[in-house]
């Protein structure tokens, strides 16, 4: 046991040890990715390397480096061994597109505390506009033949589709801001059903989002002649935005305007009495966090080119919500963390497990794990709010060095 | 608009019917953010369980269950669906929100959620496993119906319908809100609520075991929503594992509009939000003149719902309680 | 010069005047103390004048304006700052971070500055982090610069506020029994460190407290309130031999 606790010390202690293990790791998950026939085991195994890459004490450059190296050459390089790489590019495609989702979504809840419970409304809005604009739909809407946009509208769109859902974020921000914590979720679900429930319907007077039949036929993303068409190329697209929403974030935390968020979470009065503004840094909150669900729903749209209101219903709400709190509330690594873990339990090991039951002892199709989403979902809110509130990685404070702090306050006088 | 005026004593009496479901339902939200300041968002779950474990215990008996009166079996199967759904109640509490006390009020809000969820998917499970789909047509006790005669009062009004289901239904939901109403103002228990409501600190000096009020709280306000769950089904007839969220939510919505905490202005919130929606439903298409149909049904009781968080959060006939500085 | 002036004001609760047509006019530069039995309504005109409340009637003015009507935010803005009564501190951020909080309205880096990292915004971010911690070396807490508020101690907790109130630069901070909970060592600690920082920072002080040792120590004027209403107010000698006064305390009957 000492030896143990010996050994533990010396690899926290040898940076140089720890880079050699990560190197490793790396190395026998990519290379079992790639020589195995769609193992999922494997596959999980290669994307720890960046949760064990995040334990080290590497420097941050240095870690960096190798989170880019992994994400945008090793991971897509192991998986195209086998036949099945399109299918755990799918599974890496939304996973991303969760992860971005989640981390709105902890500006909002995690941030500033504001628990939403309609968050999908604005992936939803994401999602239309590109699909409205990108479909033969906007032709018949406006009776333009400048419709559909083509593909290289899509690159604008991202940031258009953002702005439009943190505009709704905001008219949806004054009247709700006004009321206070727990009735603030009953309102948030109101409003994303009510959205739902209105783009389900709105094919009529004025067909603008052709009701429950939903859009089909959206342009698929399109530089410089190129098409992306299958997942390993979306893979690109999520990637590049998710590294750019991840800096965003965490620039954010440690702001002027993260720091006010952080505030009223921790006593709206004595937030005011230091002079910050309630309702304009509240909206803040709901309009960046929804931006960055609108960028992910036109994503999701030019991927699948079909949206209909099916997929945004509350369920997915309380989806992103688990992934905040199963990571930590309020902590950008955990909020990953805890939405890469969902999305692949989801799309990857329920379906696994659910295959390798029928396969073995053939259970009815009631049990099917794939089924039991919620009550997966259910068991982790209460374990975690019971238990561990703070989630698999506990947000840390921003550590400053007293040392260069007071050289610097003698050297002012 | 001429229908309107002709269909009200139906609309009114579906109206009155789905007001007082949502009136007892809601006593367990305002009871339990009575004294906890807590969302008791399985509130909703706990009634959908009642209808299926009602339903289930009707499908169960049977041939012995067709032998007895049927208001006999009615009342028997109240009385055990009541009794299992407020123990359920008492072990939520125990289970997921007595731990929780003293967290950060987000923390058992997202508990109540999980315990919805599991509730959901436990009953839908149950559900699929014993017929083969989750949701359930149950068998009806009574078949009757009455026709009230009230062209003969004013002659433009129709008749209206009242199956005897829904006369059950309101005669029993209205002696629960009595029974209920009696309890809280004139038991030793019933005061003792009401004084773990107020503070729960002095309460507890007062050598009141809060704890044992607060379990008695949920099992009371559990045991009445499952029994209205049954109720439910067998007015309504089908039930399926996801009937409580949103029913739960308007419930809760008029628990707010009668004043959370106060148990008379639940029942009047319920009835007046079971027949405006109603009324909304059976209308919104003339009145708009056919923009929008009973399809925004539900964003009308939302938008119901989130005007009276905004404007009215105290309710119509409460006072607002400020945070002490 | 006045820094402060209050006129006939009144707040209601229900049927309970809480506060009745108080009349103060708070000299600049001065420390104030307002004492009174409990539920004299001391906290509450804290209260109305940071704009927590809004008085039912009466006017309250800093500087030719008007506090009426303002949200408490805007007051902060207009150099007040405060303390509670009981702590409010941002329980889960460091010292430093409650402090960087007070300097909000003094900083000014927007959101696409603080996307891009201009260097404009890093240089703020870093002076602010300085400045911080040079108000935390005045209340005698720099060590504790990245310990999360929640886990320092009572007397710790109530400095910080301080602290973090400093970093607002009001020129008027109500401390709302700043003493309260301390043992007799730390009192002197912040009774010193209440004059330290009217001399540094050129304040107007008005604080709540019971300690009457420290009031009568410190204070050049003292209000008395009791049931909402002003019943005396003077120097601490006039005040001690005040009949109405030591009436309000011990009860009818103790002068005689």
């Known amino acids: ?212 039949q939903g859009l089909s036929q959206i342009q698929q993303p399109e530089l410089f002649g190129f098409t992306f ?185 | 608009m001429s229908h309107i005026f002709s269909a009200l004593p139906q609309v009114l009496v579906d109206g009155l019917t789905l007001g007082a479901i949502y009136a007892v339902v809601a006593l367990g939200y305002t009871m339990v953010y009575g004294i906890l300041e807590l969302i008791n968002f399985a509130h909703g779950e706990v009634f959908m369980t009642g209808a299926f474990i009602g339903t289930g215990l009707l499908l169960s008996m049977g041939a012995f269950g067709s032998a007895l009166p049927a208001w006999i079996t009615l009342i028997l199967i109240l009385i055990l669906t009541a009794l299992l759904t407020g123990l359920l109640g008492m072990g939520i509490e125990k289970l997921a ?115 044992k009020v607060i379990s008695l709280t949920f099992f009371i306000g559990s045991a009445i929503g499952g029994a209205t769950g049954f109720l439910f089904a067998q007015q309504y007839a089908t039930i399926d594992p996801y009937i409580g969220f949103i029913l739960g939510l308007k419930a809760f919505t008029a628990a707010v509009l009668g004043g959370i905490g106060n148990i008379r202005g639940a029942m009047f919130g319920g009835l007046l939000l079971g027949v405006l929606e109603v009324f909304a439903a059976a209308n919104l298409s003339t009145l708009t003149s056919g923009v929008f149909g009973s399809e925004y049904k539900d964003v009308f009781a939302f938008a119901i719902l989130i005007l009276v968080l905004i404007f009215k959060p105290e309710g119509l006939f409460g006072k607002s309680a400020k945070e002490k500085v | 010069m006045t820094a402060l002036e209050l006129k006939g004001v009144t707040k209601q609760f229900g049927g309970l005047t809480a506060v009745n047509k108080i009349d103060l006019s708070i000299k600049d530069n001065s420390i104030t103390a307002i004492i009174g039995p409990n539920g004299a309504g001391k906290t509450t005109l804290f209260n109305l004048i940071t704009g927590i409340y809004k008085p039912d009637s009466g006017s309250i003015v800093m500087n030719e304006t008007s506090l009426i009507n303002r949200k408490p935010n805007q007051i902060a803005n207009l150099g007040i700052a405060r303390t509670f009564q009981n702590i409010r501190l941002f329980k889960e951020m460091t010292a430093l971070e409650n402090v960087l909080i007070g300097m909000h309205s003094h900083l000014t880096s927007g959101l696409l500055g603080t996307l891009f990292q201009l260097k404009r915004v890093r240089l703020e971010e870093k002076k602010a982090a300085i400045d911080a911690y040079e108000l935390l070396q005045t209340v005698h807490l720099s060590e504790k610069c990245n ?67 420290l009031v009568m120590n410190i204070s050049e004027e003292i209000i008395v309130l009791d049931y909402g209403q002003k019943i005396a107010s003077g120097s601490p000698e006039e005040i001690r031999s005040n009949p109405r006064v030591i009436e309000a305390y011990l009860g009818k009957g103790a002068v005689s």
Request: aromatic share 10%; hydrophobic share 50%; charged share 15%.
């Open chain 2, 97 to 211: 929100y007595r731990p929780l006390r003293k967290a950060p009020k987000l923390i058992p809000l997202i508990s109540a959620i999980g315990i919805s969820f599991i509730l959901q998917d436990l009953v839908r499970f149950l559900a699929e496993w014993k017929t083969g789909n989750y949701i359930v047509t149950g068998t009806t006790l009574f078949e009757g119906k009455l026709t009230i005669p009230f062209s003969s009062i004013i002659g433009t009004f129709q008749n209206a319908t009242i199956k005897t289901n829904t006369l059950i239904l309101i005669g029993i939901t209205i002696a629960i809100m009595f029974m209920l109403d009696i309890f809280v103002n004139r038991t030793k228990w019933g005061t003792a609520m009401r004084a773990v409501a107020q503070d729960q600190e002095t309460a507890s000096l007062m050598s009141i075991n809060v704890n």
């Open chain 3, 147 to 213: 310990e999360r508020a929640k886990n320092l101690s009572y007397g710790e907790q109530r400095r910080l506020e301080i602290a973090r109130a400093l970093a607002t630069r009001p020129s008027i901070l109500f401390l709302d029994e700043p003493a309260a909970g301390m043992n007799p060592r730390e009192t002197k600690t912040l009774t010193d460190l209440i004059t330290h920082i009217r001399e540094k920072f050129n304040l107007t002080i008005i604080l709540i407290e019971h300690d009457m040792k």
């Open chain 1, 1 to 212: 046991m000492i030896r143990m606790n010996k050994g533990l010390d010396m690899l926290q202690k040898n940076r140089k040890l720890q880079f050699t293990l990560l190197l490793l790791f790396i190395l026998l998950s990519s290379a079992s990715v790639y020589f195995l026939e769609r193992s999922v085991t494997a596959f999980l195994l290669l994307l720890g390397s960046l949760l064990l890459l995040h334990y080290t004490h590497l420097s941050k450059k240095i870690k960096w480096s190798i989170a880019l190296i992994l994400l945008v050459v090793i991971i897509p390089l192991a998986t195209s061994g086998g036949t099945s790489q399109q299918d755990y590019m799918e599974v890496a495609v939304q996973t991303g597109i969760y992860i971005a989702m989640a981390l709105g979504l902890n500006i909002v809840v995690g941030f500033a505390g504001l628990l939403d419970l309609g968050f999908v409304a604005f992936f939803a809005i994401g999602a239309y506009t590109y699909g409205i604009f990108a479909s033969p739909q906007a032709a018949t809407l406006f009776h333009s033949n400048i419709f559909p946009l083509g593909g290289a509208w899509f690159w604008p769109f991202i940031i258009i589709g953002g702005l439009i859902a943190a505009l709704f974020g905001i008219l949806l921000g004054i009247p709700v801001l006004r009321v206070k914590g727990d009735y603030l979720a009953i309102v948030t679900l109101g409003f994303g059903e009510i959205i739902r429930i209105v783009f389900n319907n709105l094919d009529k007077p004025i067909n603008i989002t052709n009701g429950a």
């Open chain 1, 229 to 413: 068409s299958l997942a390993s190329q979306f893979y690109y697209i999520v990637i590049a935005i998710l590294l750019i929403v991840i800096i965003g974030v965490q620039r954010l935390e440690n702001s002027k305007l993260g720091r006010s968020w952080k505030a009223i979470r921790e006593d709206e009065i004595a937030a005011q009495a230091m002079g910050i503004p309630l309702v304009k840094t509240k909206l803040w909150a709901f309009a960046l966090g929804a931006s960055f669900s609108g960028m992910m729903g036109v994503v999701f749209s030019a991927k699948n080119m079909f949206v209909d209101p099916s997929s945004f219903t509350l369920i997915e709400s309380i989806t992103i919500l688990v992934m905040v709190i199963l990571g930590g509330m309020g902590s950008i690594p955990g909020v990953i963390l805890g939405a890469a873990v969902i999305s692949v339990l989801n799309l990857q090991i329920l379906t696994e497990i659910t295959n390798f039951l029928t396969q073995t002892i053939n259970i009815p199709e009631t049990l099917s794990p794939t089924k039991m989403q919620r009550l997966i979902f259910g068991v982790i809110l209460v374990l975690i709010a019971v238990y561990r509130p703070k989630g698999l990685i506990t947000a840390k404070t921003k550590q400053f060095d007293p040392k260069e702090l007071a050289d610097q306050t003698i050297s002012d006088k």
